[in-house]
């Protein structure tokens, strides 16, 4: 089944706290991307990957890190997590080279940050 | 930039009455349009998409044509069910350095009442 898989699905961490969320997709798909969700704003993206070893920023970016060693994974990395981080996470992946191709969402990371 | 804007919410309807979720889009280029579903505690998904000018998108009885003169892509359905009740995404796609960048609206949240 194709699908994209994020882990946890749920997480409580405290201010400053080093954490991982990760992110694997089984479509071979080039292309990944994070999004983080809150009220009123929609989907705005984080970081996205076009393929292994090459990332760049999305539109909100700050305070966060990725990284793409294979082409299935693509961790999201807080490296000092503040409450202003408190959101609704999603990992999507899609094939390179087309901008009517569907896009594949993991069920989401509800991360709360105290 | 691109930019999408959706009616606001929350919505609610009874069983059977008629749905539209307006949708308008700002892009320089010639985007792909979508929409997405939300069901809770799940991933977005899509429901429907079109690429062009006058394409109609469709799919589970819901319906959205692509409307270049006056920018817009609204979903319609005839008769909503209980089952619909969920949070819709209206999205653009547009190649960006050769990648498919989604540009979401805030969403709309559906309630649908027996």
């Known amino acids: 089944e194709a699908q994209v898989t994020q882990n946890p699905r749920y997480l409580i961490t405290v201010t400053g706290k080093k954490l991982t969320v990760t992110c694997s997709q089984n479509?071979?798909?080039?292309?990944m991307s994070w999004y983080r969700q809150d009220p009123g704003l929609g989907l705005r993206q984080i970081y996205y990957s076009m393929n292994v070893e090459v990332t760049d920023k999305g539109d909100v970016p700050e305070g966060y890190k990725v990284s793409r060693k294979e082409k299935r994974n693509f961790p999201l990395i807080l490296e000092s997590p503040s409450p202003n981080q408190t959101s609704l996470y999603f990992c999507?992946?899609?094939?390179?080279?087309?901008?009517?191709?569907?896009?594949?969402f993991g069920q989401g990371t509800r991360l709360t940050v105290v | 930039g691109d930019s999408v804007t959706q009616m606001e919410g929350p919505v609610t309807l009874s069983e059977e009455a008629f749905l539209t979720i307006n949708c308008t889009y700002t892009a320089t280029g010639y985007p792909s349009l979508f929409w997405y579903v939300q069901y809770p505690g799940e991933g977005l998904q899509l429901l429907l998409k079109?690429?062009?000018?006058?394409d109609k998108g469709s799919n589970k009885g819901f319906e959205a044509t692509y409307r270049k003169e006056t920018t817009s892509f609204h979903l319609e359905k005839g008769s909503v069910q209980v089952s619909d009740s969920a949070v819709y995404f209206c999205a653009l796609s547009d190649r960006y350095q050769g990648a498919q960048k989604l540009v979401f609206g805030q969403g709309t949240r559906l309630t649908i009442n027996p």
């Open positions: 999507a992946s899609s094939p390179l080279g087309q901008s009517n191709t569907e896009a594949f």
């Open positions: 079109a690429t062009k000018a006058d």
């Open positions: 479509m071979n798909h080039e292309y």
